[in-house]
């Protein structure tokens, strides 16, 4: 009887591009059309940078992989590193359950496919096994929303890491691996991941620059996994079978229910109901918030002067050191202070590149309504997302002018959800892009690289879209 991580690997070798649903081949072409614009806005974060910097330390600055933007080529570990820190930098990358799976999954495959000069279909279907992969094994595991006796509850442990399965899958994708070897890729994965880290950002604030988990470090050890097994090493393919000394163990998952990981795997496509796009570079809790007050301060031309008090109730289980934090020392603490995000939102400053300078997070004017503006869990909330998971019921009053303007969300922008006007469009995706690439990428490339993305599946060469993604090229 094969073990579960023996039936990943045969799922993700057996997967083609040409058979993959219509409706997993869109979603995995807007999410590398997003990461890749995500990458080039990060490219003056002083974090990025760092990250960048890194990349070249371990790869060079000559070698068969892009520093996504930079038009500087580096190892494919390297360019690994480099991208998954540009991606993830100003978070407002793609979120999927059981969080943060992008930043983590498409930087390996994408450096490997440009290495190898990959088709488009290859690198499509590494994408679309990365996400099914790992939205399957995080349900299996606790969840950052887990409702507990009618309480939201966040684990004492938690973090990403189970993503690196998909990860290291997907570069076994875009090699070609046989599912002999994927297992074995998937096994080296499993023992080797970084620890799950996420509960101790969240409690110690001001927070780490490196966020809930170093995204490089993550991409870094998908491409080490993958290339190992190649080598010849062999994993542990009982790691997901063994919940007494295997993965949930040493991961400190409280919850193990495998059972959702392989049914109908290789069937039954599981992920794109729940694929989430960001418009804000800012933590996603604080999302169906930040869409009430801007359309109250934009109808109603608000000034941030006229404003008295900003109050507002939304998700119960931030009320932890690091959203309550109103200590703003840098870009990264500023995306996830809740009342520092609100403040920001309600300057009108376009959301992008433009929130994460630090500009804009250390302004006067800024900071001072952030003093003026408070948070509370909405009395409906736990109610809401126990009826739909992607429910985020949530509520801002702005007091100026003597007057009280209110406004309500059941659901973020960005997400799929009953309420139709809350999918992200393609044209409002594009233009997301567009806006991510502006003043570094020319209009011709942009046009040309949306083109190739949503045409992925009859791209010859990786490397062609990669190439249209250089600095100082725009008009």
Partial sequence: MPT??????????????????????AESKRILLDTLGCAVASLGDAGARRGIEHGRFLGGSAGSAS?????????????????????????????LPPGHVT?????????????????????????AVAHEMSYRIGKATDYLRDIKDGVVTIPKVIGYS?????????????????????????????????????????MHAPSTTIKYQLA??????????????????????????DREYGFPRFIGTSRWEPAPITAGLGSEWTFTPFQSFKPYPHCRVMHALFDALTEIIEVNDIKPDEIDAINAWGESFVMQP???????????????????????????????????????VLDPSVLELTAKTTFQEHPDYTAALASNPAARRSRVEVHARGTQFSGERGYPKGSPSPD???YMTDDELIAKFRHNIDGVVNDADADAVIE????????????????????NSAD
Wanted: proline share 5%; hydrophobic share 45%; net charge negative.
């Fill in 4 to 25: 579960i991580v023996e039936e990943l690997a045969d799922f993700a070798a057996r997967a083609e591009g040409r058979s993959l649903p219509g409706d997993v081949v």
């Fill in 67 to 95: 520093i996504i933007g930079t038009g500087t080529t580096t190892s494919v570990p390297g360019a690994a590193f480099a991208n998954a820190e540009l991606v993830n930098a100003l978070d407002q990358d793609a979120v």
């Fill in 103 to 127: 930043p983590y999954v498409v930087p390996g495959a994408l450096a490997t496919a440009e290495a190898l000069q990959s088709s488009g279909e290859r690198l499509l279907t590494a994408i």
């Fill in 162 to 202: 189970s993503t690196l399965f998909g990860a290291a899958a997907a570069i076994g994708v875009v090699k070609g691996f046989s599912a002999d070897t994927l297992a074995d890729a998937l096994g080296i994965m499993g023992s080797t991941m970084p620890t799950n880290t996420q509960r101790a950002w969240m």
């Fill in 216 to 241: 490089g470090g993550m991409a870094l050890s998908a491409v080490t996994a993958a290339h190992l097994a190649e080598l010849g090493h062999t994993g542990d393919r009982q790691m997901l079978d």
């Fill in 322 to 360: 690091v959203w309550v934090n109103e200590t703003i020392r840098n870009p990264r603490d500023a995306q996830f202070s809740m009342t520092h995000g609100l403040a920001l939102a309600a300057h009108r400053i376009p959301p992008g590149k433009a929130w994460q300078t630090p500009e804009a």
């Fill in 420 to 422: 139709p006007v809350t």
């Fill in 452 to 471: 190739a993305v949503y045409d992925l599946e009859n791209v010859a060469d990786i490397a062609t879209i990669l190439s249209r993604l250089q600095p």
